[in-house]
Every structure is written in C-alpha cells, then in structure tokens.
C-alpha cells in the first residue's frame, strides 16, 4: 500500500491503496463517487470517463500512481448543483435511456466542448466516437451537446 494525495473536484483526498489501483477503482470504492461507471475495463467504452487536468480519459487505465497532482474531475465535479449546460441537455434532449453510460459520454462532451466550443455535428461525432452507448442514442447525445455548446459560447 501507499498513500495518494489526491486532487478530486476541488477537494484534496487521501487515499491509502496499491500504487496500480486504477483510478476508477480509487474514485468509486475508496471515495464513493459511484457516478462514473465501470464498463469494459479495457478503456474502450468510455463509461468511466473523467478529466485529469481537464483532459478526458478513461479511468480505467490510469493507476492511480500515475496521477501526480493533476486534479481529478468526476461527474459529481462537474456541477455540484447538476447544472451545466450538457447537464441541462440531457435532460431538455431525453438523452438518457438506461443511462449507463452517460457520465462518460457527459465527461467526454465536457472535455471536448472546453477544447472546441463551437463544433460541426462530424467535429462532434468524432470527439464522441469511442464512448458507446448501448441503447443507441447518438443522435440524441449530438443534438445535446450542439445545444449545450451554443449556450456556452
């Protein structure tokens, strides 16, 4: 075991785990932020998506000893009253349908709109490509982050 300052959603937490611990496991078992989701394991569905230093990748596959003093954004981070503006376009677009999935696709979308605040549907499925949604609501999802990033800017 080794102990980890970490820097998650503005808050500095310690947590006592082995130096391998992916960061998902770190943030839903020792911190109880339960939001992001285990999907593959394999970071290639996207489910467990949160940023380090802004950035969005899969928590999956990032052990926790590879995270420094980068901070650590989660869904529960994103908005502490759940109102960001992808936040609000879920909702006002029924994205969710089981909803797995979509911490990480918010997360994703958070990420890339920071990046590219204005995009083109094709600049928004491609940054989206790789966080799968099982029931299908691409289209919804793209239509919600159009919304939202028109709003932002």
């Known amino acids: 075991m080794a102990t980890f300052n970490l820097n998650v959603n503005g808050k500095t937490l310690q947590v006592d785990v082995l130096p391998d611990t992916p960061m998902l496991w770190v943030l839903r078992d020792h911190l109880d932020l339960v939001g992001t989701k285990f999907g593959c394991g394999i970071a290639q569905c996207g489910a467990c998506t949160v940023h380090l230093d802004g950035v969005a990748v899969r928590s999956c596959s990032v052990p926790v000893s590879a995270v420094g003093e980068k901070p650590i954004t989660t869904i529960e981070g994103l908005s502490e009253a759940g ?21 990480g696709q918010i997360m ?16 928004i499925e491609n940054a989206m490509n790789g966080n799968i949604c099982r029931c299908g609501t691409y289209v919804r999802i793209r239509a919600a982050i159009k919304d939202a990033a028109g709003k932002m800017g």
């Open 83 to 103: 109102d960001h503006p992808l936040q609000e376009a879920w909702v006002e677009h029924d994205v969710p349908q089981c909803g797995y999935c979509q911490a």
């Open 108 to 123: 994703n979308a958070a990420a890339f709109l920071a990046r590219n605040p204005k995009p083109t549907d094709q600049e």
